[in-house]
């Protein structure tokens, strides 16, 4: 027999994994990787360390229609558990039927998660995800509805495992004295949609966009984001990793309609103004409306107010930027404006998403750990 398992690399998909292996099934792990979280590395660390083959996929659009309408809501924060679990699962079940799988495995523990790991909400995932009985959860089979395999005599569900709850010591124990794992992966800070630091910027854009895109998502760790109005808001650059990212943001066929102000004849901050009052990535005779002309101002006076004045005011002829509108550009000269100060900065994340190097992943961000009744 063959399993797919959802594998992060956290404690719960390692003992999913050697649990079903022990058993004689040949298990591939697969790893997730969304807008806001990657853990490929983790996972693929730990999968060779127990000898699993690894594949990672990468939700691509398909993820930002779901995070913008949710069918079961969000969680504490933006953290669209339910949906996004079932959109892993579907993918599982994708690569159940490509390769060939008999059931799909996840490490998922009842009671361990307050978003998605209710029981009832298990239920709802596995049917939302439409794997139905070819869905097990070996570390919670015993306190679960019986699958198709147990059904079956497949799988031995007096083999199967009855952890629930949140504790993490016995679970640890397990994995140490059942299969000789040494270094237990830390529990993970799980996908930046459930940090409070992030939050408000991704609140932001969805109350602003109805159907935010990539590009979208990959502009909210960048810099300090402003809002102008409804239609328009400004990356400001933070560090100097961040001129290149919004060099990168703004090179982007993919792009949402921006310009980009970039210092010309000082050192300082560049910034990114996003609106659909921009030009089209492929215009080459741009139009500056009036309204455009007043964003790109007070852009230009925010990345002033972001830059160190002793350097932009070196210059004799006063900072001068270089305007990157559509396929063209032009000297932009910029001007201080007090009445910029007035604009609050949507959050600044403590952390952008990065790749974990330990941890669980796919996954709440909770503490993982369960009691075995
Ligand atoms: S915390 Fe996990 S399940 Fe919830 S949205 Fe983030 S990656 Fe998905």
């Known amino acids: ?19 079903l292996k022990k058993e004689g099934i040949e298990v591939v792990g697969l790893n997730m990787i969304t807008p806001f979280h ?11 360390e127990i000898g699993i083959e690894l594949v990672v996929r990468t939700f691509g659009e398909e993820y930002m229609q779901m995070l913008a309408h949710p069918k079961w809501g969000y969680g504490s924060n933006v953290n669209p558990c ?34 998605s790991q209710k029981i009832h909400q298990l239920t709802l995932i596995t049917r939302e995800s439409g794997l139905g009985g070819k869905l097990l959860r070996p ?29 993490r010591v016995k679970l640890a124990g397990y994995a140490r004295q059942e299969f000789g794992v040494k270094s237990i992966p830390q529990p993970s800070s799980g996908c930046v949609l459930c940090e409070n630091s992030f ?4 609140r932001d854009m969805l109350k602003h966009k109805e159907q935010p895109t990539l590009w979208d998502a990959q502009a909210l760790p960048c810099g300090r984001r402003l809002r102008l109005d409804e239609n328009a808001y400004v990356v400001v ?23 980009l102000i970039f210092p010309k004849n000082y050192n300082g901050a560049s910034a990114l103004l996003v609106t659909d009052e921009a030009p089209d990535f492929d215009d080459e005779t741009p139009t500056m409306t009036e309204q455009l002309e007043r964003y790109v101002e007070t852009a230009g006076a925010l990345a002033l107010r972001f830059s160190n004045p002793a350097r932009y005011n070196a210059s004799p002829e006063g900072p001068v930027a270089t305007l990157f509108w559509g396929k063209t550009s032009r000297p932009l000269a910029l001007h201080e404006d007090p009445a910029v100060e007035s604009i609050p900065i949507i959050a600044e994340p403590n952390r952008p998403p990065k790749k974990e190097n330990a941890s669980e992943s796919n ?11």
């Open 199 to 202: 939050a408000p910027r991704v």
């Open 38 to 48: 990657d853990c490929s590395q983790a996972a693929q660390k730990r999968a060779d």
């Open 139 to 167: 570390l919670s089979a015993r306190v679960l509805p019986k699958t198709e395999m147990e059904i079956e005599g497949t799988i031995d569900r007096e083999h199967m495992r009855a952890f629930s709850g949140r504790g």
């Open 237 to 259: 650059a933070r560090r100097a990793e961040d001129c290149d990212r919004l060099d990168e943001l703004f090179a982007s066929p993919k792009r949402s309609r921006c310009v």
């Open 1 to 19: 027999m063959k399993a797919i398992v959802l594998f992060s690399g956290g404690l719960d998909s390692i003992l999913a994994a050697c649990l």
């Open 82 to 115: 339910i949906d996004c679990r079932t959109l892993m699962l579907r993918v599982a079940k994708e690569l159940m039927e490509e390769i060939g799988a008999d059931f799909v495995a996840t490490g998922e523990i009842a009671g361990q998660r307050p978003n």
């Open 363 to 373: 996954s709440e961000s909770e503490s993982e750990g369960a009691t075995e009744s």
